[in-house]
C-alpha cells in the first residue's frame, strides 16, 4: 500500500494557524483537540542581530490526512487553506522528491488514531507523582484504539459510527 503523507516547508511557514482551524472546522473537533498544532521555535538570539524563529506545523493523532476529502480527489482541509502555499499533500515516495530540492522542511506520515479512542486522556503514569511531568499520555484502556489505513474507503470511520459502538 502506497503510505501518504504531508510536506511543510517551515521556511515560509507564518504561523497563521490556519491548518489548525480549518482541521478543526474539517473535522468537529472541539476545543482542546487538535489534528495538527502550530509550535513555536524561538525567538531567541543565535547572536546579535541573527534570531533563530521557527513556526513548525505537526500533525497529532487525530489526523487521519482528511481521508474523506482524499479519497473524493480532494485535498486535505489544511493543505486547501494553508495561507502561505507551503504544505503539500501525496505519496510519501513523491513528497520526499521535494526534500532534495532545498532545507527546512518537514515530512510527517501522520498516525491516525480514530477519535472516540481518544476521548479521555489520562496520563500513563499518573499514579507515580515523580513521573507524572512526563510529556507521554495514553488513551484511556477503556477504549478501543484501532489504526486507520489513509487512502481506504473500507477504514474510513466517522465519529458517529465509532460513538455507536
Ligand atoms: S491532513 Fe486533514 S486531518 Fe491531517 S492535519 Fe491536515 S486537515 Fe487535519
Ligand atoms: S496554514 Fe500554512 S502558513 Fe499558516 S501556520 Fe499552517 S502551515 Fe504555516
Not at 509550535?39 to 541573527?50: F, K, V
Not at 527546512?104 to 480514530?114: A, D, M, R, S, T
Request: net charge negative; with cysteine; proline share 6%.
Amino acid at each position: 500500500m502506497t503510505a501518504f503523507g504531508l510536506l511543510i516547508d517551515y521556511e515560509y511557514c507564518s504561523g497563521c494557524q490556519s491548518c489548525e482551524v480549518s482541521c478543526k472546522e474539517e473535522h468537529g473537533y472541539p476545543v482542546g483537540k487538535w489534528g495538527i498544532r502550530v509550535m513555536d521555535d524561538g525567538p531567541w538570539e543565535i547572536e546579535p542581530g541573527h534570531m533563530n524563529w521557527n513556526k513548525v506545523p505537526i500533525p497529532t493523532d487525530l489526523c487521519d490526512l482528511c481521508a474523506g476529502r482524499t479519497a473524493k480527489g480532494r485535498e486535505p482541509a489544511c493543505v486547501h487553506h494553508c495561507l502561505a502555499d507551503v504544505m503539500k499533500y501525496g505519496p510519501v515516495a513523491e513528497l520526499a522528491a521535494f526534500m532534495e530540492e532545498k532545507p527546512k522542511q518537514v515530512l510527517f506520515v501522520p498516525q491516525y488514531k480514530p477519535y472516540e479512542a481518544r476521548g479521555a486522556f489520562v496520563s500513563a503514569r499518573k499514579d507515580d507523582a515523580s513521573r507524572r511531568r512526563a510529556a507521554a499520555m495514553e488513551v484511556d484502556a477503556n477504549a478501543q484504539v484501532e489504526f486507520a489505513t489513509h487512502r481506504d474507503d473500507s477504514d474510513v470511520r466517522n465519529v458517529e459510527e465509532l460513538s455507536e459502538q
